[in-house]
T-cell receptor, first 120, second 118 residues
Framework: GAVVSQHPSRVICKSGTSVKIECRSLDFQATTMFWYRQFPKQSLMLMATSNEGSKATYEQGVEKDKFLINHASLTLSTLTVTSAHPEDSSFYIC????????????????FGPGTRLLVL | AQKITQTQPGMFVQEKEAVTLDCTYDTSDQSYGLFWYKQPSSGEMIFLIYQGSYDEQNATEGRYSLNFQKARKSANLVISASQLGDSAMYFCAMRGGLNTGANSKLTFGKGITLSVRP
């Protein structure tokens, strides 16, 4: 149980193009998903909290027009990197919490396998 | 504000031996949760173990145990009988009391690299 998938696992694109990354909870429902960015050998940086049916909450310093988040259903959130540039190259990873679990270990976030983005 | 500190730059352990990965935290919340995740070179974040601030006993999950010392604000991960597959980066994380419910943000430490020697 508690499996999260991400697609694609790896993407190479040209500067100026947009890239969409999907995050799915496969065996549970998630009203909240989280998007992180990670540089090599560094910790995870929370970019935004994705809320099903409402607008995402972005962390300070994260451009919401640059990183578009859509949480259209209880099992799918998408992150679109618009007009990608080489500095957007990074490892993007999402996580999700089970809507049916509350408190204690029920707050555990389960992570997807991540997406490596390379912008040329 | 919450803070997680992982200061060990890199750890080495011989296969089959036990190893302790340190984690200290700072929070003003009375209720909080502590998590450990493993990140192998493939990049996925694997949930290992959870400890609640009100849990009286230290959490255990197979070869993983959490040495929770509330007064010292430490939550060290102990891996027993290390295996080669344990080589990875390990992150300590905290969920604070004010961030429960839908927006349960996690605060992560910088991580520790563990290398298991055959």
């Amino acid at each position: 149980g508690a499996v999260v998938s991400q697609h694609p696992s790896r993407v190479i694109c040209k500067s100026g193009t947009s890239v969409k990354i999907e995050c799915r909870s496969l065996d549970f429902q998630a009203t909240t998903m989280f998007w992180y960015r990670q540089f090599p050998k560094q910790s995870l940086m929370l970019m935004a909290t994705s809320n099903e049916g409402s607008k995402a909450t972005y962390e300070q310093g994260v451009e919401k027009d640059k990183f578009l988040i859509n949480h259209a259903s209880l099992t799918l959130s998408t992150l679109t990197v618009t007009s990608a540039h080489p500095e957007d190259s990074s490892f993007y990873i999402c996580s999700a919490r089970d809507i049916l679990k509350r408190g204690g270990s029920g707050e555990t976030q389960y992570f997807g396998p991540g997406t490596r983005l390379l912008v040329l | 504000a919450q803070k997680i500190t992982q200061t060990q730059p890199g750890m080495f352990v011989q296969e089959k031996e036990a190893v302790t990965l340190d984690c200290t935290y700072d929070t003003s919340d009375q209720s909080y949760g502590l998590f450990w995740y493993k990140q192998p070179s493939s990049g996925e974040m694997i949930f290992l173990i959870y400890q609640g601030s009100y849990d009286e006993q230290n959490a255990t999950e197979g070869r993983y145990s959490l040495n929770f010392q509330k007064a010292r604000k430490s939550a060290n991960l102990v891996i027993s009988a290390s295996q080669l597959g344990d080589s990875a980066m390990y992150f300590c994380a905290m969920r604070g009391g004010l961030n429960t419910g839908a927006n349960s943000k996690l605060t992560f430490g910088k991580g520790i690299t563990l290398s298991v020697r055959p």
